[in-house]
């Protein structure tokens, strides 16, 4: 076999494993979805109100008790990646919460 030959195969070898390789990450990667905005009209204009916020934290869902905080109160067990992507798109955007209730309440939604 010619060395040209050769070097054509071994270069298309090489796409192909590169293209694969990129389908595969995308794959386990999840996609950030864009929050409907209908979804999120319920949440906006409470923020100032809000008792605690919901965002993301390592990974996992965090209770933090205000919009600008750097530490969260709790880190929960609920990973990121788990949630649907509705739901993930809106704890990467902060969920405000109001109260201790509220709180519990969509803490057991975004778990189950």
Request: glycine content about 8%; proline content about 4%; hydrophobic content about 40%.
């Amino acid at each position: 076999m010619g060395l040209k030959l050769r070097a054509a195969l071994l270069s298309c070898l090489a796409a192909t494993a590169a293209y694969t390789g990129v389908k595969a990450y995308r794959s386990i990667v999840p996609a950030v979805e864009e929050v409907p905005e209908e979804v999120y009209a319920s949440f906006e204009g409470r923020e100032d109100s809000a008792e605690f916020f919901l965002r993301p934290c390592d990974g996992f869902v965090a209770v933090y008790e205000g919009r600008r905080e750097k530490t969260p109160v709790s880190v929960t067990d609920i990973e990121i990646a788990n949630l649907r992507g509705t739901d993930r798109a809106l704890v990467q955007k902060g969920i405000p919460v109001e109260n201790r209730r509220e709180l519990l309440r969509l803490l057991e939604d975004l778990g189950s």
